[in-house]
């Protein structure tokens, strides 16, 4: 009888980044679960995913490379559909916010919101960026902008709230009501302590934006991307009744749009609430997050044909494990090619793979090729009965890497086992005993009703490789179909044929691998560069074309360069090359500058004289002083600076151009 329905979601991915095994990592953790919760009786099981396409960054994107926000949006989510296809992902919905479907339950959700009196009108100030056309959260007047570094303006616009301030009490009564509710516990706990010191209210509308879902108001409002974002979640599954989710499978970095902004919504909305919120961990690359900038951006596809050797399934299936036997499921860690490659040599080629071969093959050789008659060992049963109960415990609290730890510690059992009733010997000796013809049986339909069971745990985990094993074993029933029922102990049938063997792990050789990882990495760099729009990376290292390098004119408008007049000079105490100086560039306050011009320039030679300031690098210290930017002077090799000047009278402030 089924369990009932269980429906469970991976976020709805940014289109302004292609997937990598960050965002890999996240969906093949809800299609683990999508599995086993399917195996333990729950029906249906519905996963969705998608992307998340709104907002001023992807219309920018789009409009660089001379494409609508709509196109390149739709480029890079079928990237992701793609990608998901490729690593067997077995998702059933793939919902795009860009859908109009989307659209009238977002407009659904903010009506009842509004109705039940929890939108108002009100001023947003914020830090904006005029060059990028974008808000600066968290940014303070004067701080500049991340993207560009121009500085960021203070700018009020009248916009839709919600009250969120009205929910501290509701959301902390309901993480005590439901202590599930956000998962795993210290981010649970995180979480409390941060609602607790109060929730302020947020703008949901915007009205500097056009790619966006236009609100249901006067005015040119569309909503702010994350009241949109959340609320695919009910999208996806609109017209059945399988709302509210029983799982959002999420990154930490997002817990608190969704344990907090996500059920006020819906509160507000008196709409149903998920069941549970489980925040994975953070996969590192080199020991640090994974960003463009410092180029370890690791993706999947590579990863997956070089491991499966061509077979892009086989591949996703090690690099699954990898994650969820090297990582516990809800901590960071860190990914490397040599630890992948080691873990798959030991625990799978050495491991499984090879119990399966060796199992298989003594069936073929002194068998007949047919599973024999027996009710196998019955220590070994009992052992098997236990780890079904472990796998499906640690499996249901999502505790990935205990779960195969048990499977793992039942593959030594058996090997142990085989070895102490060396078949091999057993065949020898059946001819003139009786006896080792049946103790013969027992070990190889213990080791085959093992690797039966194997299947059926780890298919979650690996579902290609394991269906590989399972067909080889003769099995009729579909392994996607099968249920915890008939993982029991027993229900291999005797006389069973078994088909041919063949490698599902073979051994990888470390060295060779990893370069080809390397290299495909590139190649898919430049593939998914081009899908941008964004020009092939030169090789690192290429001399020729990093001094060829050509800069478009918007990369040289980033460059906020500005007249400015010495207002004061002195020398740094200690630094005999630096002046400290003090220039006016047309804002309230003299900027401070040091520069190491004191070898060249005597201060007072300096007062009042028009100089060149690049004004948007970012503040840095030196001896003790903050310099807010950077005086230009030619410099000539093994010469003194020279600084930049004009013949003509210009004001202070003048931007260069
Ligand atoms: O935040 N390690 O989208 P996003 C582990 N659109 N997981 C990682 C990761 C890493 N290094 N990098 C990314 C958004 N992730 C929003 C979500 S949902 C209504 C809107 C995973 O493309 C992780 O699950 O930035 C994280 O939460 C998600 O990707 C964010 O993807």
């Known amino acids: 009888m089924s369990k009932g329905k269980y429906y469970l979601t991976t976020p709805i991915y940014y289109v302004n980044a292609a997937p990598h095994i960050g965002t890999a990592y996240c969906t093949f953790s809800a299609d683990l679960i999508k599995r086993h919760k399917k195996q333990q009786g729950y029906d249906p099981v519905v996963l969705t995913t998608g992307s998340d396409e709104h907002g001023q960054k992807v219309e920018r994107a789009a409009k660089a490379i001379g494409k609508t926000p709509a196109e390149y949006a739709t480029t890079i989510a079928n990237e992701f559909v793609r990608q998901w296809q490729t690593l067997g992902i077995s998702y059933d919905r793939f919902i795009r916010t860009s859908d109009p479907k989307h659209f009238a339950v977002v407009r659904d959700l903010f009506e009842r919101c509004e109705k039940n009196g929890y939108i108002y009108t009100g001023s947003y100030t914020g830090q904006y960026c ?71 209210d947020i703008s ?20 702010y991307v994350w009241f949109d974002a959340l609320i695919s979640y009910m999208s996806a599954v609109q017209g059945t009744n399988l709302w509210p989710a029983d799982l959002h499978l999420i990154g930490k970095d997002i817990l608190r749009f969704h344990a907090i902004y996500w059920p006020a919504f819906l509160i507000a909305g008196e709409l149903p609430l998920p069941k549970r919120v489980f925040a994975t961990g953070w996969i590192l690359v080199q020991e640090s997050k994974m960003s463009k900038s410092r180029g370890n951006v690791v993706r999947p596809g590579p990863i997956a044909q070089v491991m499966g050797a061509g077979d892009e399934l086989a591949g996703s299936d090690a690099l699954r494990y990898f994650l969820w036997r090297e990582i516990p499921f809800g901590q960071d860690g860190n990914f490397s090619y040599d630890a992948l490659i080691d873990r798959y040599n030991a625990d799978l080629a050495n491991g499984i793979g090879n119990l399966a071969s060796r199992t298989l093959t003594m069936i073929h050789q002194y068998c007949d090729g047919k599973i024999p008659a027996s009710a196998g060992d019955p220590d070994i049963a009992a052992s098997a009965a236990r780890t079904t109960d472990l796998v499906n415990g640690h499996f249901d609290e999502f505790d990935f890497t205990r779960g195969i730890e048990a499977v793992l510690a ?6 142990k086992f085989i070895v102490e009733h060396a078949p091999w010997k057993l065949v020898k000796a059946r001819a003139a005993d009786p006896e080792a013809e049946s103790k013969l049986s027992e070990t190889l339909y213990t080791s085959a009703e093992s690797l039966r069971l194997i299947c059926g745990w780890l298919y979650p985990v690996m579902p290609t490789s394991m269906v590989k094993i399972w067909t080889q074993l003769g099995m009729d029933t579909p392994l996607d179909l099968v249920s915890a029922d008939v993982l029991v102990w027993g229900k291999l049938t005797p006389g069973q044929a078994v088909g041919k063997v063949q490698a599902v792990f073979p051994r990888i050789d470390s060295k060779p691998a990893i370069q080809k990882m390397q290299e495909l990495e590139i190649v898919e760099i430049d593939r998914q560069n081009a899908l941008m729009g964004k020009k092939p990376e030169p090789p690192p290292g290429d001399k020729a074309s990093e001094q060829s390098e050509l800069i478009s004119i918007d990369d040289f408008a980033k460059v906020d360069l500005r007249v400015g007049e010495v207002k004061s000079a002195e020398p740094v105490k200690g630094a005999d090359k630096l002046l400290h100086l003090k220039v006016d560039i047309g804002e309230p306050e003299p900027r401070t500058i040091v520069a190491g011009i004191a070898l ?26 903050t310099s807010q930017g950077m005086i230009v002077a030619a410099s000539i090799d093994g010469g003194l600076p020279v600084l930049a000047g004009f013949r003509e009278d210009i004001p202070v402030g003048a931007r260069l151009k």
């Open 130 to 200: 005029f060059f990028d056309e974008l808000y600066v959260t968290d940014a303070k007047p004067g701080d500049p902008c991340p993207d560009c570094g121009r500085l960021t303006e203070t700018v009020t616009e009248e916009n839709y709230f919600f009250k969120l301030s009205a929910f501290q009490d509701k959301l902390l009564s309901l993480y005590e009501r439901e202590p599930k509710f956000i998962q795993p516990d210290t981010r649970r706990n995180e979480l409390i302590g941060f609602v607790k010191k109060g929730l302020k």
């Open 204 to 223: 949901i509308t915007r009205t500097t934006i056009n790619w966006g879902i236009p609100a249901p108001v006067e005015g040119k409002h569309v909503f």
């Open 410 to 415: 039942f593959i030594s059992q058996i090997d």
């Open 600 to 625: 060249a320039y005597k201060p007072e030679q300096l007062i009042g004289r028009k100089v060149v300031i690049v004004a948007n690098l970012q503040p840095r210290k030196l001896r003790g002083l």
